[in-house]
Every structure is written in structure tokens, then in C-alpha cells.
Nanobody, 121 residues
Framework: QVQLVESGGGLVQAGGSLRLSCAASGRIFRSLGWFRQAPGKEREFVAAITWSGDITYYADSVKGRFTISRDNAKNTMYLQMSSLKPEDTAVYYC????????????????WGQGTQVTVSS
């Protein structure tokens, strides 16, 4: 049974940092990604990483502030978020794909339950 479990969300002041984790189990995933959804908005791509960890992708809005990584020995993916802004406030979702297709929501096969990140100004 595939499971993706996010953790690490919370409330932080603007300029602060948080690290999200996503523990994956059930099968091997070729690509893992982070998406986020703010109230009243569509779910949007944040970052993605291949199974080997040698290729990463970032949305322009987070480039230079967020870093995605993974530890295959622990089957865990991370999102280190720094210099957080109020507009980063959203529910963050971990997503996994059995094949490398793209960076859109429909390119991913499995989703976590989400973790809330709130950045106060």
C-alpha cells in the first residue's frame, strides 16, 4: 500500500525557515514533488526531484529560497524553505510519480494529506 506522509508544517514569521518532510512507502517512485494550494487558488507546482536526486526543478517563485532533497535510504523527501514570505502560506502536498512525466498535478500518481504552512508578516 502506497503512503505519503508529510510533516514539518507550522507557523513562522516572514523571513524565517521551515523544513518539510515526506515519508514515502509502498513502492519505488521515479519522481517526487511538492505542490501547494492557498485558499481560493489552484494547486501549484513548487519543486520536484528525480529518484536519483541528480535533477531538481523549482517554480520561479521559490527558486533560490527553497531546496528539495531526498534520502532514498530513509525513503524520505525534504523541502527546506528559507526567506519565507506571507505569499508562501498554503497547504503543502507531497506527490509521487511512478514515471517521470512532467511537473503538473496530473503527472503524479499519489498524494499525501498535506501540511499547513502559515507565514505571518
Amino acid at each position: 500500500q502506497v503512503q505519503l506522509v508529510e510533516s514539518g508544517g507550522g507557523l513562522v514569521q516572514a523571513g524565517g525557515s521551515l523544513r518539510l518532510s515526506c515519508a514515502a512507502s509502498g513502492r519505488i517512485f521515479r519522481s517526487l514533488g511538492w505542490f501547494r494550494q492557498a485558499p481560493g487558488k489552484e494547486r501549484e507546482f513548487v519543486a520536484a526531484i528525480t529518484w536519483s536526486g541528480d535533477i531538481t526543478y523549482y517554480a520561479d517563485s521559490v527558486k533560490g529560497r527553497f531546496t528539495i532533497s531526498r534520502d532514498n535510504a530513509k525513503n524520505t523527501m525534504y523541502l527546506q524553505m528559507s526567506s519565507l514570505k506571507p505569499e508562501d502560506t498554503a497547504v503543502y502536498y507531497c506527490a509521487a510519480a511512478t514515471l517521470i512525466r512532467g511537473l503538473r498535478t496530473y503527472d503524479y500518481d499519489y498524494w499525501g494529506q498535506g501540511t499547513q504552512v502559515t507565514v505571518s508578516s
